[in-house]
C-alpha cells in the first residue's frame, strides 16, 4: 500500500514539473506588451523588487535605472538588459522575472456568440475552442460549419473556414488551431434563421408601410413635392 502511494506521488511530481517547464518555456518565448503584469525581483534588493504594469508606451518604471522599455522583449532579453543597467550599481546582481498576467495580446470574437467582444490570449496563444468558452460559446442561430479566422495581414488578411462543430460537439481537437494576436472570429448566423429574419422585417408594419409608400411614389410620383409647385 505504502509502495503505491509512493508511485502516485511519483507520477503527481513529474507531471507537475511537465507543467511547470511548459509554461517556463512559453513564458520565455513570449513577447512583452502594453497592459502585462511583470514580477522582478532583485535578490537582497527588496527596495527596487516588486509588480509592474506594463505602460501603453510598452514601458516600465523602476527605481534607480528610471523608464526602461519592455514591449517586444522576453523575459530573459529583459533580465539581460536589467542586469547589465543594474550592474552599475549592485555587484553582480540576481534577477528572476515571472509573467502575472498576459493582456497584451487579444482576439475578436464576432458574430453568433453569447458574448461578442475582444478577449485577452492570456498566453503565447489561445485555441480557438478556449476563445469560444471565453465568448460564452455559440447561440442557438450559429451556423458552426462555416467558421471564418480572419489573420491580419499584407497586402490583405488571410481567410480560413473551419468547421467549429466538430472542436466543440465531436471532440475533434486536432483541427483546434491556434489563434495569434489580432485574429479575428466570426460566426454567422445559420440560412434558416437568417431567412426568418429577413422575412420578420419585411412583414413587420413599418417596413409594410416603406414599401406601400414607395410602390406610391412610383406609380403617382411625389404627391407632396407635385402639390407645392
Not at 506521488?9 to 520565455?28: D, K, P, T, Y
Not at 514591449?71 to 543597467?85: H, P, S
Not at 498576467?101 to 478556449?130: D, M
Amino acid at each position: 500500500m505504502k509502495l503505491q502511494k509512493v508511485i502516485i506521488l511519483g507520477w503527481v511530481l513529474f507531471f507537475l514539473g511537465l507543467s511547470n517547464i511548459s509554461l517556463a518555456q512559453e513564458s520565455s518565448s513570449y513577447l512583452l506588451g502594453p497592459e502585462d503584469i511583470i514580477r522582478i525581483v532583485v535578490w537582497e534588493n527588496p527596495e527596487i523588487s516588486g509588480e509592474f504594469k506594463v505602460d501603453p508606451a510598452g514601458n516600465i518604471t523602476m527605481l534607480i535605472i528610471g523608464e526602461i522599455r519592455v514591449e517586444g522583449l522576453t523575459t530573459t532579453e529583459l533580465e539581460k538588459i536589467l542586469y547589465e543597467k543594474l550592474g552599475k550599481y549592485i555587484e553582480d546582481p540576481k534577477i528572476t522575472i515571472t509573467i502575472l498576467g498576459y493582456f497584451s495580446k487579444k482576439v475578436y470574437i464576432l458574430g453568433q456568440v453569447i458574448q461578442p467582444g475582444k478577449y485577452s490570449i492570456g498566453g503565447e496563444y489561445i485555441t480557438i475552442r478556449e476563445a469560444i468558452l471565453k465568448a460564452g460559446l455559440p447561440t442557438k442561430d450559429a451556423d458552426l460549419k462555416r467558421v471564418k479566422i480572419i489573420t491580419p495581414g499584407k497586402p490583405q488578411p488571410v481567410t480560413k473556414i473551419i468547421n467549429l462543430h466538430k472542436i466543440l460537439y465531436k471532440g475533434d481537437l486536432e483541427k483546434d488551431i491556434k489563434l495569434d494576436s489580432g485574429d479575428v472570429v466570426y460566426i454567422p448566423m445559420a440560412l434558416i434563421p437568417r431567412i426568418t429574419d429577413t422575412l420578420g422585417r419585411i412583414s413587420s408594419p413599418f417596413m409594410q408601410y416603406l414599401s406601400l409608400e414607395n410602390l406610391l411614389d412610383r406609380m403617382f410620383g411625389n404627391s407632396s413635392t407635385n402639390s407645392t409647385q
